[in-house]
């Protein structure tokens, strides 16, 4: 820890104190702040912006390039106010946060827990998942699955000031760990809708666009009969967050490719209900089957979507 206090770390360290100073704010106007952060670092990321055309013209192929591009720019702002939501996952207290937020279906994590299997909670990387945690963590001893930061000193704040929300985090390089948690009769919280895998990955169908999907879910599932549980946080429209949890699935797991598929159709479902807040600034589709090259590649052609097939 003493190492990080190098001044070569100042400017992480200033940037961090000044969002815990912008955390003070009251809710509609850190909001306000939230979107013109994200609408300038739209214009400036030119990479990222890149990639967030690429995804929205791959999953939106019936939209008009003035829809997509609308769209490309809500996403900019809500993403964001997604940023200030970290914020308020980290720092707000309890009674402060209470009035913005709704919690619905509780009753299912609570009967899934009492099998006494642990659960797996099921959700997509939408912009306001920070606050998924916190909003949890009074139902149920949750702990979230995640990938490290590259930066050691971005990793020591972002993990600390997660591990104040929940009972611990687990890195996803660790499913033995994992795996003692769920028999410990645990909440796993698990988001694999993001193409980082290089194993334990098969190709579904996302918005009918190939994406290499990680099975774990699927695998967890089998391997410590946990019920998997949906859930997902949303902003709403008038301010404010509603979880929702939504009944264990059944007859899961069965394979891990139709598995996968099943989930990745979940998600598709609940992005379809607000696809401003759905994290398009990942790279879902660089990995594609048969070598094809990625769609976010200078010169790259419309990847082939895939036939479609019965459900």
């Known amino acids: 820890m003493s190492s990080f206090w190098h001044p070569r770390y100042a400017g992480i360290w200033l940037v961090f104190a000044l969002l815990r100073l912008i955390a003070w704010l ?52 809500s993403a964001g106010m997604g940023l200030m939501e970290c914020l308020i996952a980290w720092w707000w207290s309890e009674p402060r946060l209470r009035p913005w937020c709704d919690v619905v279906g509780t009753e299912h994590l609570q009967a899934a827990l009492k099998q006494g299997r642990g659960v797996i909670l099921f959700t997509p990387h939408m912009v306001s998942i920070e606050l998924c945690g916190r909003l949890l963590l009074p139902h149920a001893p949750v702990m979230p699955v995640y990938r490290r930061h590259e930066h050691p000193l971005i990793e020591h704040l972002i993990k600390t000031q997660r591990e104040a929300c929940v009972i611990a985090t687990l890195p996803r390089d660790q499913p033995r760990q994992v795996l003692r948690m769920l028999a410990d009769n645990k909440a796993v919280w698990l988001s694999p809708d993001q193409d980082y895998a290089r194993k334990y990955h098969v190709f579904t169908s996302f918005f009918g666009m190939p994406a290499a999907t990680n099975t774990a879910v699927s695998r967890f599932a089998r391997l410590s009969g946990a019920p998997v549980l949906p859930c997902i946080t949303l902003r709403q429209p008038a301010g404010g967050y509603r979880l929702m949890i939504e009944p264990a699935l059944t007859d899961f797991p069965q394979h891990p490719a139709q ?17 401003e807040q759905y994290h398009w600034m990942h790279r879902r589709f660089k990995t594609q089957p048969n070598q094809v090259p990625s769609p976010y590649t200078r010169g790259c052609s419309q990847i082939e979507p895939l036939p479609e097939t019965d459900q």
């Open 259 to 275: 598995d996968s598929q099943r989930l990745q159709d979940l998600i598709a479902r609940w992005v379809t209900l607000a696809p």
């Open 26 to 77: 009251p809710y509609r106007p850190l909001m306000m702040v939230g979107r013109g952060i994200g609408r300038v670092l739209f214009l400036l990321g030119k990479r990222r912006r890149q990639v967030v055309q690429t995804n929205l013209r791959l999953c939106f192929p019936q939209h008009t390039e003035a829809q997509r591009a609308q769209l490309a720019h809500q996403y900019a702002a």
